[in-house]
């Protein structure tokens, strides 16, 4: 103990640096408390400290550390030397401090910064701060970046520099730490709302993830400008403004200023300048002096790269922009000016202002060059001269400018014009005086009788620009000798022109131009239109008049009040008004001589000044007929004021000509439209003249007509300052009279009240009793309006004046004020009108209370007079509540912010010593009466407290008690009172005393109300328990307080409470309820009575705006729902009712229901996929977390805001669960009879569900799985299929709770799954569950294997995905788990699939460890079930389980993703629910990439999927019969497995393994055989044609590069694939499903194989060739033709787009359109010309006319025109009425290419014959014989059909058609099938191409087969075009004979070949040639079966089909195919084990 007394011995600073932490620690306490009690900041014990501050932040004791924070915290705050300390002590924090585990350390080691920044010490915290950035420590790298947000958030982006921050930044978002790139996002989200978009260009190169992250968090920033929350100890009084301001409402003014301070920032500012002079190459002003224009060209480019930068640094320019200025000015190459000129731009840019004084010698320079007339080069001036004028001013340049206007080049005027008006849309009104507006237009008014139209132009639009941007009240003198014409083009322009300034300029110059244009309507408008001239008023004239604006605003406002203050008071009233406030220069006497002279009689204005009195009164009568008769828009009324005020003006002698004058006054201002401006003009005289006893009374009626038309806030005080600022009492005491009549006659609205108070007060000091006396009837007047508190302001008048104020106010008592009978046009609103001072919001007269100045006391709550009330001696606590009670009285009226008063303030509330509670009492009712309805900000911390009194013992405590909530009450309404639990909290206190209380005001209070927050709901368990208290007086109230309760919450709500009582109590309580509900209705009037107290002129009608919010928000609306203040109103049930019960009393309306009586779900038309979208977009969060955050509570909240019934929506988002289950159990109540809505908001039901599931309250939980129960089964009943978004946003979070402890609530889980599973697919929700098996609660790993087994009993194998295996793999890893449950309820499911499918199971799992695999096989025995018995279940459960709704399931699965599959298809599948339809995505869609680049180890375990089903596939071969019933166990074992089924199957066609693909294909072959199973592959063609190119994509890519794999493999996959696809093209109503995207995709794909060259060098290549070219015809063919013809035509368009893309791909796509083209003409009716006239249309536009021909083809327009050509000459004129589908026909060079081609074809029609002749076609000689002809040609068409002389033929046809243009071959190709048609044509054109001379595409491009006689031909379905000449149809024969055939091929026939000539016999008779058989080649390596052509041709259309195509082997029977593949697919399974 020794060493502990020798250092409780040493002072404090030295404890402070003892080497004994306990030493440190007690110094630090102690110095705390020291630091604490000086009160002084200058004092010296400060100065002892200054060295030890860092010790007491870098303590190395974590403990002691703490406390040296603490302490270091209070010294930097209270210390005046602190500031010395910084930067030691801050660089102490950020490394010590900033790394300690313990948040509070941190937290402290924050403040400290903050509050060194506060002392004014900001930059070097700064800069300590963003040292500590570049530590290793990412933990004080995070704690540095947060420190920096929190300033920058609390202080402001003027205090906290953001340029060094946004420089790291950057670099911050690179890091690796995750935490600190997190808090670099928060940062970075914190400065983009102070200074917005110009953080963007600095972040430009972040990563693109986390910029796209920024941005969708910089989108949910409020829009409004932020200010700061904290401030500077300089700017404290600042602080204090805006706490006043916030608390008054909103400074509308200071709110505008505020604003202003944020944009400031420019993304320019935050650059980093550049130094480019020293960079400049060495030899650059010899360069740019060169002979040669490339040296100049180098020099110049090398300054273009260097100027690119955004910022430059300041320096010398002068010699680099002299020698630009040189080029531009001198140089002969143009290329070179245009050059110079962009560097000049880019120096203008870079260096901004800096620039300016270069400015003057460059521009004359740019304007003289305009002369150039290249484009590039006046472009480039056009750019440098505009980015030089930002730089300077137009004044700086404007002599310049003016110089060149006088040019006599065109050019060089009409440039410089519109470079003036450029300029003039970046002036305002203010940067436009009239000495530069002046010469301007003199010298543009000579351009516009220029002689040149473009040079008259650009004047026009200079002029226009200068009077959209100034108004004509300030051009129109400068154009009185422009013609109307012209005046009106001027006038043109201006309406065209967008001013950059932005809206400000734009308002002005609308609100100008809206004067003199438009006819005046009514005189109440004209009123109207004169209350605005605030904006330019004030710049010009009226300041001159001191007086004037000597009374305004307070002094805080810059601008002077008169203009200023009352604009906003007048701009409010616009609200009101359709018409705009005229603003008005002011303008000069000889302006307005000239005005007036144009609308006055000559003698009336010679008149004016002359001597005679009787002239000057002729003069006037002439002045006020011609008022009379004048119209308001002619009238220039500045100008006529103007003249009235001439000489003699206002000291008129004769009150005769006065009086007129005065009255002429009244008449202008009543008809014209008067203005601020003219109002200022004349109001001094008038002011003047209002004590005359013969004109005063002219002189008010003159006043009284400006008031209406620049409002009455204006008027009167500036008629108040200008009678205060001169001596005649006379005038002083009559201008207080009118304005008294004037309040009366306009009412109170928007007058200021401060600024009359200081008048009337200078008033009742004079010395004139008459001005004394007007002075108090204004006041009674003003009383009428503003209420008792009037009074407060007088109370220091001497006694014998207050007791004349009070009896006048006496007089005034009860009397309500007159409504207002002027001025009502604009005053309209003016409930909403702000006042004068902008800052607060005046709710018409009543709100005055808000104007009351208020002042600010919390600098006198000093930390002495809180420490003072909180002392232990009574006496001084006494002491300091008697200054607090001082410090009110003196105030008056107070700000709300009252410092640290209230937590002084509530300790003495519990005050041992009860008359100090007594005095805290009546210290809080004062305070209540001097804050006004701003107390209610302390409610919660106050007035809780006071209610707490209500419980003291003693009466008299009580009483004061009761009085003070009275009070509060009184300014605050009751909502705040009743909102939260904390009045419960106060009614569950067994107090007897507080209970009686509290329900005595309750009950005194609640009738009052119309509406009442939720909460209130909380007090009625405690009300209850009161009624069964055991004080007798607490249960009288409690019985009296149950009625009103019951008035808000109605009978149900209240009896449902009683379910949690004792069965006792509950009777009890009920009986009592029932008697309550026959009194309530007697209640309904005290509302009325309630209401009526505020409104009556007496005491409360002060207050009434305060407490209306709360207590009337209703009344004035009859509706509930249409309240202003919705929230309030639709809060709760209790609302509306009472609402209601006020209206009608009667029984019923006082029912809850009433509110609630509409729906609660709202249907909103496609809500649901909007929602979707904007989740997909990325446009809200996605619903995805693991405990809910704020943000997805409120975006839920949101998006129900439109679609739930907002009093419903109030219960679900409510803190309280019992309100959660109240909502729940109004969701069960709707659930039957709003199915509509309930399905249309399921996604948000849903949501909300799974907050649910995250509430701690079982009551909560176990309504939520109640209603899911009800809603799956009402949605399987309505047939509903949850969408994936509804899934996958629920069902993990139920999955959740199959974990619960309670068994109750897992079992219901458990039930939801179940029927979940009818109304989701099983398969897909198997992922879900599995995703639950890796959960860490044990219970839920358990459950969800138990359900995954229960999946698989009832759905089969099926169910598994993505494969079986993987899924029973992840299943068998939980046999090993630690968990009882767990192992027995994995081995249970793998014992399920056992039972349902075999051993197989062992392959499945893959290989598990001895102990696991014998624990299963021993559960295997014990489950006596055999697999045999597994079919039967599966069949007894699947029906009760699925079958109703598999069905639509998969209808739905295939449902139709828009395009994909056509309109009767999407009928077919919309059957089961058209909106859930919508949404749902094929499956195999999610994973498609994956699969295309997938090669790892997945691809051997995907033939499982189907590994059960081979022995099926297969064994059937050998024998046809069972053939057909081998598909039934895919295809037949329920309808409702189909889809999902060939989903599945079609998904492994894209498999990367070969042997699945194979697999897939051959099953999908076998579906495709069957007419009647065809049908099946309906709906999911689109996804098969994906699949099957995606596989064709794999092969390209993936297998033909791999070295590995066999060849033969890739060619028996092409096979099978090409196999299919013709088999599926057979089928035209399947064909015609694909889409135009699909078939686009296909055709790449097939041609791309085409092409591709390395097939072409395998054995079997050629034959896989020649069978794509036979599908591609096939395609072509079968497809819907709109579909396939407007795939090819983007195909075409993105193969020439394409630079990759060979020309042959392209030629081959063209080929296929020709292809197209030939079958037009049967196929132009099914064909949608306008989709296809579209495509042409978009293909036009990227590729033009110029375009096309600039092809090294000329086939692309050659194709193109062809079609074209041949669609006109099917459709005719008609063609033209199909381009609906176009935009902006007008741009299209399609329509105008097709009326060429309609006029060319009419014109040939015509004179056909001659043209042909012309040709030089010599024409058939008429007489030679046509047997001669038919016989040549005859011969020719045998040689075409024969083998060997087909090209000699097609050689002599072409002579033949060239010699005898006109010879008509059709008959001869009539007869023949389509493909002889295409053949001969082709042939013909090959030889056409080869005579021309053009190359001719080599074999090897593939499609030469086609060119050539190679090529197979296309037999259609009905196998009309070839199989039969004539075109009929097929007989049965045709069908026996193939089936001959493809029993031979299968070995199941020896017919012999010969057998077969039937089938050659159909064969037409000019057969094309016989080629080698592709298919054969198709159907596997059956090569050596190659037929004839002709049998081929019969044969392809089956056999394809047969299953050889997937089992494709050498041998010529397929029974070995199939063991060799059999033996194939076990070496894969054996390699697998």
Known sequence: MGDDSEWMKLPVDQKCEHKLWKARLSGYEEALKIFQKIKDEKSPEWSKYLGLIKKFVTDSNAVVQLKGLEAALVYVENAHVAGKTTGEVVSGVVSKVFNQPKAKAKELGIEICLMYIEIEKGEAVQEELLKGLDNKNPKIIVACIETLRKALSEFGSKIILLKPIIKVLPKLFESREKAVRDEAKLIAVEIYRWIRDALRPPLQNINSVQLKELEEEWVKLPTGAPKPSRFLRSQQELEAKLEQQQSAGGDAEGGGDDGDEVPQIDAYELLEAVEILSKLPKDFYDKIEAKKWQERKEALEAVEVLVKNPKLEAGDYVDLVKALKKVVGKDTNVMLVALAAKCLTGLAVGLRKKFGQYAGHVVPTILEKFKEKKPQVVQALQEAIDAIFLTTTLQNISEDVLAVMDNKNPTIKQQTSLFIARSFRHCTASTLPKSLLKPFCAALLKHINDSAPEVRDAAFEALGTALKVVGEKAVNPFLNDVDKLKLDKIKECSEKVELIHGKKAVLAADKKESKPVPGRTAASGAAGDKDTKDISAPKPGPLKKAPASKAGGPPKKGKPAAPGGTGSAGTKNKKGLETKEIVEPELSIEVCEEKASAVLPATCIQLLDSSNWKERLACMEEFQKAVELMDRTEMPCQALVRMLAKKPGWKETNFQVMQMKLHIVALIAQKGNFSKTSAQIVLDGLVDKIGDVKCGNNAKEAMTAIAEACMLPWTAEQVMSMAFSQKNPKNQSETLNWLSNAIKEFGFSGLNVKAFISNVKTALAATNPAVRTSAITLLGVMYLYVGPSLRMFFEDEKPALLSQIDAEFEKMQGQSPPAPTRGISKHSTSGTDEGEDGDEPDDGGNDVVDLLPRTEISDKITSELVSKIGDKNWKIRKEGLDEVAGIINEAKFIQPNIGELPTALKGRLNDSNKILVQQTLNILQQLAVAMGPNIKQHVKNLGIPIITVLGDSKNNVRAAALATVNAWAEQTGMKEWLEGEDLSEELKKENPFLRQELLGWLAEKLPTLRSTPTDLILCVPHLYSCLEDRNGDVRKKAQDALPFFMMHLGYEKMAKATGKLKPTSKDQVLAMLEKAKANMPAKPAAPAKGTSKPMGGSAPAKFQPASAPVE????????????????????????????????????????????????????????????????????????????????????????????????????????????????????????????????????????????????????????????????????????????????????????????????????????????????????????????????????????????????????????????????????????????????????????????????????????????????????IKRSAKRPSAAPIKQLEEKPQRSQNISSNANVLRRGPTEDMSSKLNQARSMSGHPEAAQMVRREFQLDLDEIENDNGTVRCEMPELVQHKLDDIFEPVLIPEPKIRAVSPHFDDMHSNTASTINFIISQVASGDINTSIQALTQIDEVLRQEDKAEAMSGHIDQFLIATFMQLRLIYNTHMADEKLEKDEIIKLYSCIIGNMISLFQIESLAREASTGVLKDLMHGLITLMLDSRIEDLEEGQQVIRSVNLLVVKVLEKSDQTNILSALLVLLQDSLLATASSPKFSELVMKCLWRMVRLLPETINSINLDRILLDIHVFMKVFPKEKLKQCKSEFPIRTLKTLLHTLCKLKGPKILDHLTMIDNKNESELEAHLCRMMKHSMDQTGSKSDKETEKGASRIDEKSSKAKVNDFLAEIFKKIGSKENTKEGLAELYEYKKKYSDADIEPFLKNSSQFFQSYVERGLRVIEMEREGKSRIPPSTGISPQMEVTCVPAPTSTMSSIGNTNGEEVGPSVYLERLKILRQRCGLDNTKQDDRPPLTSLLSKPAVPTVASSTDMLHSKLSQLRESREQHQHSDLDSNQTHSSGTVTTSSSSTANIDDLKKRLERIKSSRK
């Open 1112 to 1419: 009337d928000s209703l009344s004035n609306t009859v509706e509930p729902k249409q309240d202003p203040k919705k929230a309030k109103a639709l809060g709760v049930s209790s609302k509306a009712k009472s609402a209601q019960g006020k209206k009608v009393p009667s029984k019923t309306s006082l029912k809850e229901d009433e509110d609630k009586s509409g729906p609660i779900f709202i249907v909103v038309p496609n809500g649901k996929e909007q929602r979707m979208k904007d989740e997909k977009g990325l446009k809200v969060l996605k619903w995805n977390f693991t405990t809910p955050r704020d943000e997805y509570i409120e975006q839920l909240k949101t998006q129900m805001s439109s679609c739930v019934a907002k009093w419903l929506q109030d219960e679900m988002f409510h803190s309280d669960f019992q309100h959660h289950n109240k909502a729940l159990a109004v969701m069960v109540d709707h659930l039957e009879s709003e199915k509509e809505g309930v399905i249309g908001c399921l996604d948000l039901i849903l949501k909300w569900l799974t907050l649910r599931f995250f509430d701690t309250n079982t009551s909560v939980l176990m309504k939520t799985l109640e209603y899911l129960k009800l809603l799956f089964t009402l949605l399987s009943e309505e047939e509903y299929h949850l969408t994936e978004n509804e899934a996958s946003s629920f069902i993990p979070y139920l999955i959740l709770k199959v974990g619960e402890p309670k068994d109750v609530i897992r079992k219901d889980v458990r039930a939801i799954l179940n029927r979940m599973c009818l109304i989701y697919p099983a398969s897909k929700l198997f992922p879900f569950i599995m995703e639950g098996t890796k959960s860490k609660n044990s219970k839920q790993r358990a459950e969800c294997l138990e359900e995954l087994g229960c999946l698989v009993e009832s759905y089969g194998m099926n169910v598994c995905q993505p494969t079986p295996g993987k899924a029973l793999k992840e299943i068998a890893i939980h046999i090993g788990d630690r968990d009882n449950a767990v192992r027995n309820a994995a081995l249970n499911t793998i014992v399920t699939v056992y039972n349902v499918h075999g051993d197989q199971v062992f392959k499945l799992i893959g290989t598990l460890s001895e102990k696991d695999m014998s624990m299963l096989e021993e559960r």
